[in-house]
């Protein structure tokens, strides 16, 4: 499975962004998705994950609120819409795929397959 992240960009405070991932190679329904990212000289935190059928979505409290996360299998991507953007938000977003799994971990170890990264980056 290859996953490509797309969609970052350089934005300003309170402005909207939305990535977008798409999988290739196989489809992901039957995996949980998930959205990480990694600020420079941190490491790697959970944004939100949703699961295999979509019914089940979690977000970091940081995020809760602004962010939504969705798929759609049919087309096997993976979206993440972020409102309200705070500089705290300036991140590489990555995209990841836990190909053991339907049901929505936080963990990063969970997961198995993950895009190249996207940068967002919020100016205030």
């Known amino acids: 499975v290859q996953l490509q992240a797309s969609g970052g960009g350089l934005v300003q405070a309170g402005d909207s962004l939305r990535l977008s991932c798409a999988a290739s190679?196989?489809?992901?329904?039957?995996?949980?998705l998930a959205w990480f990212r990694q600020a420079p000289g941190k490491e790697r935190e959970f944004v939100a994950a949703?699961?295999?059928?979509?019914?089940?979505?979690y977000y970091a409290d940081s995020v809760k609120g602004r962010f939504t996360i969705s798929r759609d299998n049919a087309k096997n991507t993976v979206d993440l819409q972020m409102n309200s953007l705070k500089p705290e938000d300036t991140a590489v977003y990555y995209c990841?795929?836990?190909?053991?799994?339907?049901?929505?971990?936080?963990?990063?170890?969970?997961?198995?397959?993950w895009g190249q990264g996207t940068q967002v980056t919020v100016s205030s």
């Open positions: 990841a795929a836990d190909r053991y799994s339907g049901t929505a971990f936080l963990g990063v170890l969970r997961y198995d397959y």
């Open positions: 190679g196989r489809t992901v329904s039957s995996y949980a």
């Open positions: 949703i699961s295999d059928n979509g019914g089940g979505t």
